[in-house]
């Protein structure tokens, strides 16, 4: 059970230090917040006196009785009763099942509360019940949680909470329109309309709105506030139309539902045997209800069809006193649903898509100026009640990494002074195309022919010698057909290096051949496809960016970063990522091994779990066959591990731990008794709100995306070892960093040679010649994933646990 985080390891001398960074200062979105009591002017204490500041909690009933899911519905009687409540008990918050005030309520006026006659919401009298829960003292170090190294400070820090609570109540008394349960709030006069004009005389619409987002974060210097842009692009097409249009496939898709709070669901099934009219039996009553009579009680809706088949969400949820993870089914009316996100057809629309983003993009100055309009908004409305939020506290320290030497082929360095690199130079490993495969179809065969002399020249540029292929054509694009032409050339002949596919190819070819030769029942050869399209405009271009993928895929080594001063030689860096789509209810994790000392060669393999595993005995062995991979390859044992982990939510800190930490370390055990490196585990997450910005020595310049190699990792921070790092050059749109979370450490490692090592390694990625969000291993590991669960749907053959066959 992990009782504590690891805290934050020693740094480098000034010095040092020096060598490899330079010190400079961000503005940020996070701005510094303070709970104070304010002082009558006739008190006798001296001036300057802190008063203790103490909270008090009821929970909160209503007669009669409101749906737990109709947040709404309660707080529209709280907007209802706000005022006649105030006048009782003065100044409150209110968070949808508790109260909180800074007084201490007497019998008399909890009585008075429920007394209150006039609470008339939809033709329906209420009224409110008040019992004390707790109460608090805001300053104290208790309520506050301040030893920030615990897996769980936040679920224990009450301030937070509280001021959480303060700040929703205002954006609803302001009529913002909350939509989702992550403090996302939408000014209703922002909403529009985007007419979509589709290509065959149709039109579709969507409704856009702009809004903003906050959290209240305990750091290791004070509270913070974080506010951030944020906006919603909701499709007005029901799922009810969704279905007629398309056959009534609808499983997997996503819906949302405006009458209780905008709830997403994730759809797992289409349930054709129920319709509004079947019955239930509703717990709250005890009676057998049918869905359409639910939703006209608790929501007001009428529903058209009676006979329209229902969606069905499994929805996981852990029994209050157990903590076993349960899952329960919600049934939900097509009609009272809206689709989510855009369809590939409206994404292809360019005016669409123009319009969507002027909504969706704003420039670092206008994202900046936002969460500073913002800022001043909700200080403005908490200014009297003790709450002070300072506007100018956004200044915080940063350093910059510098940029880590590239080496090319024939000692050559590539030019990393803007980050981002041309490969003008020859590969680290002498390459030859030869022996290798390419099919098309008949019609293609003048374009074959010069992309395969394009082909050729462009890889001169690397050194990459490209002999003529074995060439297959055939008249059309059947997947069994050729499938089984190359079948019997395989039982005939050796193996090709690898499979090139040139063609506008149709329905399922893509997957079906990429099955067919990556699979594990497959031929276990690399392979690529190339559209004709994509080599009309920069042939050369493209062609180049071809060869280099297709090497890269055969595992040779393209270009070297280089490796910081004090990481042993014998360290193995590990990436695991989870793919967003589920392979047979199964998730797929991807996890990728660096088996060489200079981190240019991989092990990949895939981990299928169902949600409830909880030994995970293929992590385990996967981590031990690339334990032994990399002894194969370097006559040594890797004496430093470190691991990068997708970051699945705050809540995962304590399940990554009991789960995948301990798996990882049995695969030590079973690779050899008593054999036990050095780790480290970083939790990584790219979903984050806090933004870095880099303004000018001139008032009048405007604020920047933060350069690559900047680190955040004070003042906003943790006690226990995180850091922010924005890693890629971002030229277009807001840089978001990547927050790392270190759950296990027991390396020798200093702060800035893991901040060095992580950053250097987003330079590894050979599919981009500059530096990506996350290390190298992190980003094979989410294509692998990708791939599996979207093209390959099976495990890959084990020829090609050491090619990178999934870029």
């Not at 030497?405 to 002498?430: E, H, Q, S, V, W």
Request: aromatic share 10%.
């Amino acid at each position: 059970m992990l009782q504590q985080l690891p805290k934050r390891p020693a740094k480098s001398t000034a010095v040092e230090l020096s060598k490899i960074c330079k010190n400079i200062k961000l503005l940020t979105n996070m701005f510094a917040m303070q709970v104070e009591a304010p002082q009558s002017s006739d008190s006798d204490e001296p001036q300057g006196c802190v008063y203790k500041v103490v909270c008090y909690q009821y929970d909160v009933e209503f007669a009669p009785s409101i749906a737990e899911d109709n947040r709404n519905l309660r707080y529209k009687i709280f907007k209802e009763a706000r005022r006649s409540i105030e006048q009782i008990i003065g100044k409150f918050s209110f968070s949808g099942k508790s109260l909180f005030t800074m007084r201490n309520l007497s019998n008399d006026k909890i009585n008075k509360v429920k007394g209150i006659d006039s609470i008339n919401v939809d033709g329906q009298k209420y009224s409110i019940l008040l019992r004390y829960t707790k109460s608090f003292e805001v300053n104290q170090e208790s309520a506050q949680n301040l030893d920030k190294t615990t897996a769980n400070y936040k679920k224990g820090n009450q301030v937070t909470q509280l001021l959480n609570i303060i700040l929703k109540s205002i954006m609803r008394d302001e009529n913002f329109l909350e939509i989702g349960k992550n403090s996302k709030f939408f000014e209703l006069k922002t909403k529009s309309d985007i007419i979509i004009n589709s290509r065959n005389g149709g039109n579709s619409t969507l409704e856009a709105y702009k809004g903003f987002t906050f959290n209240v974060t305990p750091t290791q210097d004070r509270t913070y506030l974080m506010i951030d842009y944020c906006s919603r692009i909701i499709r007005k097409e029901t799922a009810y139309e969704y279905l007629k249009a398309n056959n009534n496939q609808i499983a997997g898709l996503s819906v949302i539902t405006k009458y209780n709070n905008y709830q997403t669901y994730l759809i797992d099934r289409l349930d054709l045997q129920q319709s509004p009219s079947s019955t239930f039996l509703y717990n709250k009553t005890n009676t057998k209800i049918t869905y359409a009579q639910y939703y006209k009680e608790r929501y007001g809706l009428q529903v058209k069809d009676m006979k329209q088949p229902l969606l069905v969400h499994k929805r996981k949820y852990r029994e209050a006193n157990t903590n076993v993870q349960k899952i329960e089914e919600v049934f939900l009316i097509p009609e009272l649903c809206n689709m989510t996100g855009m369809t590939d057809e409206q994404r292809g629309n360019f005016q669409a898509m123009k319009d969507v983003a002027n909504h969706t993009k704003l420039t670092p100055q206008q994202r900046y100026q936002n969460s500073v309009q913002n800022c001043r908004f909700l200080s403005s409305k908490t200014n009297s009640s003790g709450i002070k939020i300072d506007e100018k506290s956004n200044v915080i320290d940063a350093v910059q990494l510098r940029c880590p030497r590239i080496t090319l082929g024939g000692n050559k360095t590539a030019n990393t002074d803007r980050t981002n690199f041309d490969m003008k130079g020859p590969t680290l490993d002498k390459i030859e195309f030869k022996d290798w495969t390419l099919i098309y179809n008949q019609r293609d065969e003048k374009d074959v022919d010069q992309f395969v002399e394009t082909l050729r020249k462009a890889s001169q540029t690397y050194g990459i010698t490209v002999n003529d292929p074995f060439f297959f054509s055939q008249r059309d694009w059947n997947a069994k057909n050729w499938i089984k032409t190359l079948d019997d050339d395989f039982s005939k002949n050796d193996l090709p290096q690898f499979v090139l596919t040139f063609g506008q190819v149709q329905g399922g070819f893509y997957s079906e051949m990429k099955k067919f030769l990556t699979s594990q029942e497959g031929a276990g050869i690399e392979s690529q496809h190339v559209v004709p399209r994509s080599l009309q405009k920069n042939g050369m271009s493209v062609a180049s960016k071809i060869a280099l993928q297709i090497a890269s895929k055969l595992g040779r080594r393209i270009w070297q970063v280089e490796t910081p001063a004090g990481i042993d030689k014998n360290t193995m860096i590990i990436g695991i990522e989870t793919s967003m789509k589920k392979l047979k209810n199964q998730q797929v994790i991807g996890v990728v091994a660096s088996i060489n000392q200079d981190f240019t060669k991989y092990f990949s393999d895939v981990d299928v779990r169902k949600d409830n595993d909880t030994a995970l005995p293929t992590l385990s062995k996967i981590v031990t066959k690339a334990i032994e991979a990399y002894v194969k390859n370097t006559k040594n044992v890797p004496s430093e591990v470190i691991v990068y982990r997708q970051g699945l939510g705050e809540g995962q800190i304590q399940q990554s731990f009991n789960l995948e930490i301990k798996a990882i370390q049995n695969g030590f055990k079973n690779f050899k008794a008593g054999f036990n490196p050095r780790m480290a585990f970083f939790q990584v997450n790219r979903k984050i709100g806090q933004k870095f910005y880099q303004s000018s020595s001139s008032d009048k310049a405007e604020v920047q995306n933060p350069a690559s190699g900047t680190i955040v990792a004070s003042q906003v921070v943790q006690n226990n070892f995180e850091f922010f790092m924005a890693a890629q050059n971002c030229n277009s749109g807001v840089c978001t960093p990547t927050k790392y979370t270190c759950l296990y450490n027991d390396t020798n490692l200093k702060e800035d040679q893991i901040w060095q090592l992580t950053y250097y390694q987003t330079f590894n990625y050979y599919n981009w010649q500059g530096p990506v969000r996350v290390p190298a291993a992190m980003k094979y590991a989410e294509k692998l994933a990708k791939f599996v669960s979207d093209t390959l749907q099976d495990a890959s053959n084990e020829n090609l646990t050491n090619s990178l066959f999934y870029l």
